[in-house]
Nanobody
Framework: QVQLVESGGGLVQAGGSLRLDCAVS????????MGWYRQAPGKQRELVAT???????NYGDSVKGRFTISRDNAKNTAYLQMNSLKPEDTAVYYC??????????WGQGTQVTVSS
């Protein structure tokens, strides 16, 4: 069974940085598109960033230039480095694993709060 465990959320001041980790159990990681999504209160879940098994990345417009997604296939872990954080980045951040065949898998979410 595939499980995703996120860590690294917390409270940070505007302008600060945080790194989120997503550890994936099972043998699917190396073949999987990994993604980070976020959901703020009262808003829909939105794309933050994705990275393919070959390292091709894609970012949501609101985080381009500030966030970096990466992965370590040897550790079955994806990362989201968040710099220059803004209060509007406050949300629950979710990790998603998209293997070549469904289903996709989601983590439990980790809270990121940016104070002004």
């Amino acid at each position: 069974q595939v499980q995703l465990v996120e860590s690294g959320g917390g409270l940070v001041q505007a302008g600060g940085s945080l790194r989120l980790d997503c550890a994936v159990s099972g043998s699917i990681f190396r073949f999987t598109v990994m993604g980070w999504y976020r959901q703020a209160p009262g808003k829909q879940r939105e794309l933050v960033a994705t990275i393919t098994s070959g390292g091709i990345t894609n970012y949501g417009d609101s985080v381009k230039g500030r966030f970096t997604i990466s992965r370590d296939n040897a550790k079955n872990t994806a990362y989201l480095q968040m710099n220059s954080l803004k209060p509007e980045d406050t949300a629950v951040y979710y990790c998603k694993a998209d293997p070549p065949f469904p289903p996709a898998y989601w983590g439990q979410g980790t809270q990121v709060t940016v104070s002004s």
